[in-house]
């Protein structure tokens, strides 16, 4: 719930009118709390991103540190997935394939991918208890000490079952960062920040994801076993100074208030914010959290993962996890395979992972360039055109493979991974990581959030498993035509979303539940009109 009254007392001017504001008056509150929640949410509706990030620095500041954390999964994806086309790791992990190279199985493949996605869809399901019940700092603390430990497996695996068994365990507190780190931004933010801070979270991971091909390129050349054993050290550079920031740093006020401790919500709040000569009041924002809290409490709804399936709520979260499931089917899977194109088009070791330094390169770009987007287009627009985009240049991959083997095919296909990963991360890949933390009922946006990862995450199984056997040699071998495939389910998530997928651009919380209430089209969210909150009793929260 934390970010839900923040985003109704972070309201949008556009939706907001004098008819709006007056049913709060007839709210059975007392008359402070009420006209302290009506001047945070009028302030908030004046409110530019410049402005915001005046008065929010500290709060940008705390949530660019905690985000931080996901560097570490972006890091350990791509060494495990690039780890197969690196021969010290082969000939250590691997046997003798048809092709007279060193290398795994799909099957041990696919083992050691999934082993990660297994131990994150534990540590989310228990971030969605544990942390509402702990709170974010305490939570993540213990994640980063675990994290840590877990380290220790994978750097002195003597085996490929010691590697499943070190990716499940490392799996578990890197499930834990894919949501707390999204949620706490989106709760420590106003509205006018709230995009850019969510989808910051996809630009740590894209971070990581750079930082292991940088790391993997400089140690190609490397025939002992510190070419990988390396790798898996340098993830313990991040948990210690990260625990430090998160130790210092201050609890989410959303959190705060569910736990009815309305005077630590204030102080956390101004820790948050920096007053200068704004007429910026904390008491004045808690009381809309308050407020906010309240209404939705007495609309009957819970916060259990049972009641994301309820009424409006099964609509929301059937949004939410399909908005993430996307990001599996559209084929994003394969880009971490383009430096296996470029090694079969003739580029050695180190420069096929140079190229891959670029692809990533390119998708810290991207999620620049979508940060440029979101100003002038809706989230929807962008995803679901980033869909189309997507699918037009996977079936180009596939067309491509129908063409007689050669050096050329291979190149081009890798170079279309460029471009895939340029348009990915400049659309669905950080829009994605803003539409999950709207989309969701405030007082269930934690576990709502879990579920739609975890529905990644269980596809991820799948793509994990079929993905080695249509590129590995010695199973499918299907190369480039796997662009059929996944173009086929991108093309099927555009048709959904078209249909399904609302635009929460500039939409409080508050209006948003109104407009799922009124069972409003996807299509129609952006231009109808919703009357803001709906009265609330207050007694009990004061």
Known sequence: MGKEGRQSSHASTDHVETGDLDVLKSAPMPHSVFTEALSATAKEHQMSPWQALKIYPKAVG????????????????????????????????????????????????????NAMSAGQIIGLFLNGIVSERFGYRKTLMACLAATVGFIFILFFAPNKPTLVVG?????????????????????????????????????????????????????????????????????????????????????????????????????????????????????????????????????????????????????????????????????????????????????????????SLGQYGLGVLGTLVSWILMSYFGRRTLYTVGLGFLSTVLFIIGFISIAPESLRMSWATGSMLLVYTFIYDATIGPVCF?????????????????????????????????????????????????GFFWGGFCIICLTWAFFRLPEPKGRTYAELDVLFEKKTKARDFATARSELLAPVNMEKAI
């Open 434 to 482: 803003s539409l999950v933390s709207e989309i969701p009922a405030t007082r269930l946006r934690n576990k709502t959030v879990v579920l739609a990862r975890n529905t990644y995450n269980m596809l991820n199984l799948v793509s994990g498993i079929i993905i080695p056997h249509m590129l590995n040699v010695d199973a499918w071998n299907w190369k480039g035509k796997a």
């Open 167 to 355: 990716e499940i365990c490392l799996g578990i507190p890197l499930g834990v960062y894919q949501t707390l780190t999204v949620t706490y931004a989106s709760e420590v933010c106003p509205v006018a920040l709230r995009a850019y801070l969510t989808t910051y979270v996809n630009l740590c991971w894209v971070f990581g994801q750079l930082i292991a091909s940088g790391v993997l390129k400089g140690l190609a050349d490397r025939t002992d076993q510190w070419a990988y054993r390396i790798p898996f050290a340098l993830q313990w550079a991040w948990p210690i100074p990260i625990f430090v920031g998160v130790l210092l740093a201050p609890e989410s006020p959303w959190w705060l208030i569910r736990q009815d401790r309305r005077e630590d919500a204030i102080k956390s709040l101004k820790r948050l914010t920096t007053k200068g000569d704004s007429d910026f009041d904390a008491e004045e924002t808690v009381s809309m959290i308050i407020y906010t809290n309240e209404m939705e409490k007495q609309s009957n709804l819970g916060t259990s993962y049972l009641d994301c399936f309820k009424g409006t709520d099964l609509r929301r979260t059937e949004i939410a996890c399909l908005i993430w499931a996307a990001q599996s089917l559209c084929g994003a899977g394969l880009m971490g395979y383009s430096t296996v194109f470029y090694q079969r088009a003739g580029l050695d070791v180190s420069h096929s992972y140079s190229m």
């Open 62 to 113: 705390w949530s660019i540190l905690l985000s931080s954390a996901i560097i570490m999964e972006g890091f350990d994806v791509v060494l495990m997935g690039s780890f197969y086309g690196f021969p010290a790791f082969n000939q250590k992990y691997g046997s003798l394939m048809s092709d007279g190279k060193y290398g795994l199985s799909a099957s041990w493949q696919a083992g050691i991918v």
